[in-house]
C-alpha cells in the first residue's frame, strides 16, 4: 500500500485491515521516506512510502517475509570482526532506544581497544535520535583517540536520515565493509611508517552521502 501525500498531510492505509490514519507529517529531503508518520501513530512496516504498513491493532501479524523492513525488532550486535586488524563491529534489525545498549557497548569496547572502527549497517533497517546519537557518541570518543568512526552500506533510508540530521558529514561512510577497512588499514600502515603517536582518520568516500 502506498501513503498518500497532499501538501502538509499524509494518509497512511493499513495493508491488513485498510484502516486509514492522516496527518501531518515532516517530510524528509526523499519524499518517499514517511518513517516520521509511521512511528508517531504506532503503526509497523516499511519506512517508505511503498508498504507494507499495519496499523497497532494489526501490527502483531505474522510480518511479511518479502520485505526485511516489515516487522522490524530492536537492533542486535551480530559481533565483532577483525579485518586487517579493524574493529568491524555488525549490527542488524533497528538501532533505536530498545536496542541501544549492546550497540552502545560495544562500541564502546571496539574504541577504547583499537581506536578506529567500521561499523556495518548493511541489516540495519531504521534508526531514530537514540541509535543517531549512540553513533556519534563513539564518533566522538574514538576522535578523542586520533581515530574515527566509520559507517559502512548504509541503506537509502539510513542515508536520508544522516542527511536530515545533517550528521552526513560527521561520519566518512563508505559502500561497503571492505572498502571501510580497506581506508582504516591503509591510515594505520601509513601512521605506522610514520612513527606518528596519533592516528590520521581516513579519508570520506568519494561520492557524497546525499538523500534519494
Do not use: K
Request: with cysteine; glycine share 10%.
Amino acid at each position: 500500500m502506498t501513503v498518500v501525500p497532499d501538501e502538509n498531510l499524509m494518509t497512511l492505509i493499513c495493508d491488513a485491515c485498510g484502516d486509514t490514519v492522516r496527518a501531518t507529517a515532516c517530510v524528509l529531503p526523499d519524499a518517499e521516506v514517511v518513517w516520521t508518520l509511521v512511528s508517531e501513530h504506532g503503526w509497523s512496516g516499511s519506512p517508505f512510502a511503498t508498504g507494507p504498513h499495519r496499523c497497532p491493532r494489526c501490527a502483531p501479524l505474522p510480518p511479511d517475509p518479502t520485505d526485511p523492513t516489515d516487522g522490524g525488532q530492536p537492533g542486535e550486535v551480530l559481533g565483532i570482526d577483525y579485518l586487517e586488524d579493524v574493529p568491524v563491529v555488525s549490527v542488524a534489525g533497528d538501532i533505536n532506544l530498545d536496542g541501544g545498549d549492546a550497540l552502545r557497548a560495544a562500541l564502546h569496547g571496539a574504541v577504547e581497544v583499537r581506536g578506529h572502527v567500521v561499523v556495518d549497517l548493511a541489516r540495519v533497517h531504521l534508526i531514530d535520535s537514540t541509535g543517531l546519537g549512540l553513533l556519534v557518541r563513539a564518533h566522538r570518543d574514538a576522535r578523542e583517540r586520533g581515530a574515527v568512526l566509520c559507517l559502512a552500506a548504509p541503506s537509502r533510508y539510513i542515508r536520508t536520515v544522516l542527511h536530515t540530521m545533517r550528521v552526513d558529514g560527521l561520519f566518512p561512510v563508505f559502500d561497503t565493509v571492505e572498502e571501510a577497512v580497506a581506508e582504516v588499514a591503509g591510515s594505520n600502515r601509513a601512521a605506522g611508517s610514520a612513527g606518528a603517536g596519533a592516528e590520521p582518520a581516513p579519508r570520506a568516500a568519494a561520492a557524497p552521502v546525499r538523500a534519494g
